[in-house]
């Protein structure tokens, strides 16, 4: 199962965390994987991480870069939005400029990649695209969180319409939503906290399965919403948060 054989895949933000998990399975289920990232101090962890996948600097928020990035790849058959930033706070506590910075990159990095990948893909006659959500989101009220989780719900909107408007022409187009996850920016986050052992106490205990999530087991989902074993699902939000939500 989850034979990627023959496939190609673009990964935004695919430098650490979700991202670089996310390249490594699908390299290893034999994807040709682009791993892109604007950090270009990860290039040397993914390209050691398999022979498959090969990095490249691209910034998403950046038209001429994603236009430069299709020049560079081809037509792809999974494109992985992966791209996104966190703020804390209320929304009393949120500037414009953090909502906005929110929308850019939780949002319309996805509409400018997928506006940049789909015409290709329609040629081909298909194509899997996976945009990354989170609980924080439509899914759920999380305290603190009303850039991203007003982005992330953005992301969900996006990514269901774009699923019913191409379902008949063999796109499929799924969003992730994942609960807390280990990645090296939640590990700054909690840092920022103050007590990084106190904030990584109270992210554990609201988790019911007792633990923080690991990024192989999101990428995981990844793989198969990329896979044609996921060929009956589009348009879906794939919750995985160790029953956050349950
Ligand atoms: P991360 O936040 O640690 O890494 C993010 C990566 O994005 C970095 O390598 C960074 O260089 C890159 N990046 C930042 N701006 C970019 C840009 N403009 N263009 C291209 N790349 C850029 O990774 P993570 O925590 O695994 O998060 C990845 C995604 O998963 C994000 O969209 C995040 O919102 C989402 N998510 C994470 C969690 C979690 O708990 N970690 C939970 C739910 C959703």
Not at 147 to 159: F, M, V
Request: charged letters at 20%; hydrophobic letters at 45%; glycine letters at 10%.
């Amino acid at each position: 199962a989850f034979d990627l054989t023959g496939k190609t895949a673009l990964i935004t933000a695919a430098g650490q965390g979700i991202g670089f998990a996310s390249a490594v399975a699908l390299a290893e289920a034999g994807a040709k994987v682009f791993a892109t990232d604007i950090n270009e101090s990860t290039f040397a962890a993914l390209k050691e991480a398999h022979a498959g996948i090969e990095p490249f600097r691209l910034n998403v928020l950046d038209d001429a870069d994603v236009q430069r990035a299709t020049e560079r790849t081809g037509p792809i058959d999974i494109l992985f939005n992966c791209a996104g930033v966190v703020h804390n706070g209320t929304i009393l506590e949120c500037p414009p400029e953090d909502l906005a910075f929110a929308l850019q990159l939780n949002v319309t990095a996805a509409y400018r990649t997928i506006r940049a990948y789909l015409p290709a893909m329609l040629e081909k006659g298909g194509g899997s695209i996976i945009n990354m959500s989170s609980v924080a989101s439509s899914v759920k009220g999380v305290p603190n969180r009303f850039a991203y989780s007003a982005s992330k719900a953005g992301t969900i909107g996006l990514t269901k319409s774009v699923a019913a408007d191409y379902v008949s022409r063999g796109i499929r187009c799924n969003a992730i939503c994942p609960g807390t996850v280990q990645s090296p920016s939640l590990d700054d986050r909690l840092r920022a906290q103050g007590d990084y052992e106190a904030a990584r106490k109270a992210f554990i205990a609201r988790q019911p399965i007792g633990r923080i999530g690991k990024p192989e087991e999101i990428a995981a989902l990844v793989l198969y919403l990329a896979s044609d074993e996921a060929a009956y699902t589009t348009g879906q939000i794939h919750v995985i948060d160790g029953g956050w939500t349950a």
